[in-house]
């Protein structure tokens, strides 16, 4: 989805809630992520300088799309990184529920560069919905700011 957001801005009274979508899970996963560091950056100032890794796994996919997004976040704190580029590189199911795996690109925060919007204090399961159909998936959830 090169150019073209995939993801938008839900109506909430106070927090951010997002509607993130793809040709499949893994892809809305990957655009679920770069909303949320919209929601704290403008993400087209943030370079893919550094490549990292992530891995995280969750007993259903609501479990995984919480644990993406909140391992992104921690990582994004203790690291003072800003990331803009995500790419899943495995995602599946196993007996114990779901894997992913994934390389994320993106630079260290620079207060002259990176125009803070709002900061993001943690994803929440409220609201949180997964559609799947047969060339589209739409996550839906809700970050506490």
Do not use: C
């Not at 203790?78 to 995500?86: C, Q, R, V």
């Not at 207060?111 to 949180?128: E, I, L």
Request: charged fraction near 30%; avoid cysteine; aromatic fraction near 12%.
């Amino acid at each position: 989805m090169r150019g073209k957001k995939g993801y938008r801005f839900l109506e909430h009274m106070a927090d951010a809630y997002i509607a993130a979508y793809g040709k499949d899970l893994a892809e809305a996963l990957e655009n679920a992520a770069a909303a949320m560091f919209d929601v704290m950056t403008d993400i087209k100032k943030v370079g893919p300088e550094i490549e990292d890794y992530v891995e995280v796994s969750g007993e259903d996919e609501y479990a995984l799309l919480y644990n993406w997004l909140e391992a992104l976040l921690v990582k994004a704190e203790i690291e003072g990184m800003l990331y803009s580029k995500f790419k899943i590189t495995e995602l599946n199911r196993n007996n114990g529920g779901f894997r992913l795996k994934a390389k994320i690109w993106g630079e260290k925060f620079n207060p002259q560069k990176h125009v803070q919007k709002v900061g993001v204090k943690a994803v929440t399961y409220h609201q949180m919905e997964i559609v799947k159909k047969k060339d589209r998936a739409v996550v839906k959830f809700i970050l506490d700011i």
